[in-house]
């Protein structure tokens, strides 16, 4: 039991509720009377939680049917975005491979141009620093072919 009498109108009464006053007037064989009831109004919020469970109902059911649909369409992409990766990620690997091959080629290339430079080199120094090859032979001097007298003419050299 509270400490507050119920019809007293000047009692504090909790958030949310309100109290009304109801005038009833009953006219009958016997007379009018007239009857002054309070009546206290509680505020409930069962209203408002029902409404709000409803809606999150309503808006998973939208949201599933969003998803739902678009479900296998969103597999068949995300397949072929895979399979693009994964050619995408093979030709870079192949590319990487070539490339470092032209790298090492080009290593060898230039590898076997400082080998003959060196080879050049050696060669030139051998053949600095060896003696000159003397070859000695008898060559026999050709005798002048005498034909005839020798001619000379205004028009010839004079040395």
Same mark, same amino acid.
């Given at each position: 039991?509270?400490?507050?009498?119920?019809?007293?109108?000047?009692?504090?009464?909790?958030? %949310? +509720?309100?109290?009304? *006053?109801? +005038?009833?007037?009953?006219?009958?064989?016997?007379?009018?009377?007239? *009857?002054?009831?309070?009546?206290?109004?509680?505020?409930?919020?069962? %209203?408002?939680?029902?409404?709000?469970?409803?809606?999150?109902?309503?808006?998973?059911?939208?949201?599933?049917?969003?998803?739902?649909? %678009?479900?296998?369409?969103?597999?068949?992409?995300?397949? +072929?975005?895979?399979? +693009?990766?994964?050619?995408?990620?093979?030709?870079?690997?192949?590319?990487?491979?070539?490339?470092?091959?032209?790298?090492?080629?080009?290593?060898?290339?230039?590898?076997?141009?400082?080998?003959?430079?060196?080879?050049?080199?050696?060669?030139?120094?051998?053949?600095?620093?060896?003696?000159?090859?003397?070859?000695?032979?008898?060559?026999?001097?050709?005798?002048?072919?005498?034909?005839?007298?020798?001619?000379?003419?205004? *028009?010839?050299?004079?040395?």
């Amino acid at each position: 039991m509270t400490h507050y009498d119920p019809n007293d109108p000047n009692r504090p009464l909790p958030p %949310g +509720d309100r109290m009304e *006053t109801v +005038d009833t007037i009953v006219v009958g064989p016997g007379g009018v009377s007239e *009857t002054v009831e309070t009546v206290v109004v509680r505020e409930s919020n069962t %209203g408002w939680w029902i409404a709000g469970i409803l809606a999150a109902l309503v808006l998973l059911a939208v949201l599933w049917i969003l998803f739902a649909r %678009g479900e296998p369409a969103a597999d068949d992409a995300l397949l +072929d975005a895979r399979l +693009d990766a994964a050619e995408a990620q093979a030709q870079r690997d192949a590319a990487l491979v070539q490339g470092q091959v032209a790298g090492a080629q080009a290593s060898v290339d230039v590898a076997r141009a400082n080998a003959a430079a060196a080879e050049a080199q050696a060669r030139a120094a051998e053949a600095r620093s060896a003696p000159p090859v003397v070859i000695e032979r008898e060559v026999p001097v050709p005798a002048p072919a005498q034909t005839g007298p020798a001619v000379v003419s205004p *028009t010839a050299p004079q040395n």
